[in-house]
């Protein structure tokens, strides 16, 4: 494979704007090549799993049948 880019996208602004803030990251995922999107996709998959672990959402419950 080539050589990984290390990517530096802040956003600074003085005073809050949603729409600029919706375009930059829009921008941003579509500098992305396919494969970067996936990785960071699971990711963040990954940290949310670690995340709700850690808070006490271990494991699905199970369906119990019952007669």
Same mark, same amino acid.
């Given at each position: 494979?080539g050589v990984?880019? =290390?990517?530096?996208?802040?956003?600074?602004? =003085?005073?809050h704007?949603? *729409? =600029?803030?919706?375009?930059?990251?829009?921008?941003? %995922? %579509?500098?992305?090549?396919?494969? *970067?999107?996936? *990785?960071?996709?699971?990711?963040?998959?990954? *940290?949310?799993?670690?995340?709700?672990?850690?808070?006490?959402?271990?494991?699905?419950?199970?369906?119990? =049948?019952?007669?």
């Open positions: 494979m990984k880019k =290390k990517r530096k996208n802040v956003l600074l602004m =003085k005073s704007d949603e *729409e =600029k803030e919706i375009e930059f990251e829009l921008q941003y %995922l %579509l500098s992305l090549s396919v494969q *970067e999107r996936f *990785e960071l996709m699971e990711k963040k998959s990954r *940290e949310m799993k670690n995340l709700l672990y850690a808070h006490g959402h271990r494991k699905t419950p199970e369906i119990i =049948k019952r007669k």
